[in-house]
């Protein structure tokens, strides 16, 4: 059975700072608390002795630093990144505060978003791209764990290419979710936002 674990990156805004859209364009490091996360991360993996095969991340800093540190605890070198991980744009409500991106977008259009992955005027997320990308991942035979370290918008694509319903599709700083793929190609999701 072939394991795939879908990783969102640490913090990237301590809790006192005010929360902003961050996206493709905008390639910060992780603070001290999204460090611990990925610490965490990596020693939760370690400590699953799992037969890692691959261990990709986007290509952003944040998402690098998340992988270097389950790397680091588990003993598996980075894969490299992959630009179909990468985070999504969020056009004019890139960097903004959260407060102005509701006032634009109003709650109906984010809710839109994190309950069904419909993107916010202006937006741009390659849906379309993005699901093919997934879909091809998830159609790879083999056996063992593939890690793939990535950011909230670009993480969604992955239930919303297999037509999963969630409540929620986000999946918040330093979590993880975990689909299966059985021998006959069948993906099922084993669970989603995890922290540990």
Do not use: C, Y
Request: aromatic fraction near 6%; charged fraction near 20%; hydrophobic fraction near 45%.
């Amino acid at each position: 059975m072939r394991r795939i674990f879908i990783i969102r990156h640490g913090n990237t805004f301590e809790s006192s700072a005010q929360a902003r859209r961050i996206g493709a364009r905008t390639d910060i490091p992780l603070v001290e608390s999204g460090h611990a996360q990925a610490d965490r991360l990596g020693v939760w993996f370690a400590a699953q002795n799992l037969p890692i095969r691959r261990l990709h991340s986007s290509p952003l800093l944040r998402a690098r630093q998340t992988a270097a540190s389950i790397a680091a605890a588990t003993g598996h070198a980075s894969d490299g990144s992959l630009p179909w991980l990468n985070e999504i744009d969020h056009g004019p409500d890139e960097g903004q505060p959260e407060a102005q991106v509701l006032t634009r977008l109003g709650p109906q259009a984010l809710a839109a978003w994190d309950e069904q992955g419909i993107p916010p005027k202006d937006w741009k997320v390659d849906a379309e791209p993005r699901i093919a990308a997934w879909r091809q991942w998830f159609a790879q035979a083999g056996e063992g764990a593939d890690l793939l370290i990535t950011s909230n918008g670009a993480a969604r694509f992955a239930l919303l290419a297999l037509g999963l319903p969630l409540a929620d599709l986000k999946l918040r700083t330093g979590a993880f979710g975990e689909l299966t793929v059985g021998g006959g190609g069948e993906v099922d999701l084993i669970r989603w936002d995890v922290r540990p």
